[in-house]
């Protein structure tokens, strides 16, 4: 059986959510519609997030919401002006560019080029430790116009805090015509003391959306729940392109029962800490593998000599393992560059055991046992282990 690291699902859920499930028990559980609204669910998460009911948006994963909402506000955004209307008509391109960081949600910038949206680079690299400089971020939006600011944050794939709130808030401020969106997917798993969230601003600057999953820290990617949360003209957009009833009730259940799960986050914060930590160590056993400081579910790491990561992941997979690589975009290459998700604790300890056959496809890679006693690898860095 594979094991897949490559992907960055979740580990455990909350026990209340599997106290849900075993009420589930007999054929007549899931017969109910639930609201057409999903009114239960959006009034609990407004009252988490500091936010109106009319300020939600709810849907069947982020990955639908982000392909649908980007596309549809940027389509209306082009064709509020008459420059913008003639482009389109003539090359099907859309006028109002995204700005995005280098290192990014790898599906966002291609899928927006393909689509005929302009994608503009914001630098970001290891160089900053993948911190995006704020005057980054408005040189970019003064070169290539307003538009969507789409910043992933903990980034994915670098695992880490790329903006304070106060950075993002006083980008927000600064930019009023531009739309900042601020993915928070992997927000849950950072203790609050070291990154508050902007959610509770969209309710004061209507140029912000924060989107959210439940697939990653609550461990629920087989229910697909995923919500945004926008001054309500941007919910009333998107709602304008759907159904009600997306989502239903044993998601809605589910949901509702792992937010009021006061003591879950901790936990997986713990978890997760701890396997990161096991993991950082393993791979920087190996002198020439750089692993960077993650807060999150998973490890962004490189080859320091420069070599392709590319041979190391066919083995793996060989060997019935999958890691995630960075593929070219923007005319940019990563080769260098792997991800490594963490895993329940078996299936990263089955990675471990592996490293050492996997990484023989070099010819010079020597094994550890060659080396005498392991080396320690260096300790997870900016960690927390209680939240």
């Known amino acids: 059986m594979t094991i897949d690291l490559s992907i960055n699902q979740g580990t455990h859920c909350s026990k209340k959510a599997v106290e849900v499930l075993r009420t589930y028990d007999n054929n007549t559980s899931l017969r109910e519609y639930t609201d057409p ?16 009911v009319e300020n939600i948006y709810v849907d069947n994963g982020t990955g639908p919401i982000l392909r649908t909402a980007l596309y549809e506000i940027l389509r209306q955004r082009t064709q509020s002006s008459i420059k913008g209307i003639v482009k389109y008509l003539l090359f099907k391109k859309l006028d109002t560019p995204l700005i995005t960081p280098r290192f990014t949600y790898k599906k966002i910038p291609p899928n927006a080029a393909k689509n005929g949206i302009p994608v503009a680079y914001i630098p970001l690299g290891p160089e900053t430790n993948f911190r995006i400089n704020p005057a980054d971020v408005s040189a970019a939006i003064e070169a290539n116009g307003d538009g969507i600011v ?58 912000l959306i924060v989107s959210r999953s439940f697939s990653f820290a609550w461990g629920l990617a087989s229910l697909r729940i995923g919500f945004f949360m926008a ?48 993991l950082t160590e393993a791979l920087e056993a190996y002198d ?100």
Not at 37 to 52: G, K
Not at 290 to 306: A, H
């Open 231 to 278: 001054d309500p003209k941007w919910v009333q957009l998107i709602e304008k392109t759907t159904v009600p009833y997306r989502i239903g009730k044993l998601q809605q259940d589910v949901a509702l029962a792992s937010v009021t799960d006061e003591e879950f986050l901790p936990s997986i914060r713990e978890f997760a800490a701890k396997e990161r930590t096991k």
């Open 150 to 207: 789409y910043i992933v944050n903990p980034n994915n794939p670098t695992g880490n805090i790329m903006l304070s709130h106060d950075e993002i808030a006083t980008l927000v401020a600064k930019h009023p015509d531009s739309l900042f969106w601020i993915d928070e997917a992997y927000h849950e798993y950072v203790d609050p003391d070291d990154y508050q969230t902007v959610a509770h601003l969209v309710r004061r600057h209507d140029n």
């Open 288 to 387: 020439n593998i750089e692993v960077f400081p993650s807060q999150v579910n998973y490890l962004f790491c490189r080859f320091k000599d420069g070599r392709s990561s590319l041979p190391f992941a066919d083995k793996l997979r060989e060997l019935g393992l999958l890691i995630k690589r960075e593929t070219p975009h923007g005319g940019m290459r990563f080769e260098e560059y792997f991800r490594v998700s963490v895993g329940l604790e078996d299936e990263n300890d089955a990675f471990i055991a592996k490293l050492d056959e996997a990484l023989s496809v070099y010819p010079d890679h020597k094994p550890l046992s060659e080396k005498g006693e392991k080396k320690k690898g260096k300790k997870d860095k900016n960690i927390k282990l209680v939240g």
């Open 37 to 52: 609204e999903n009114r239960d669910l959006l009034e609990t998460l407004a009252r988490i997030n500091q936010v109106r």
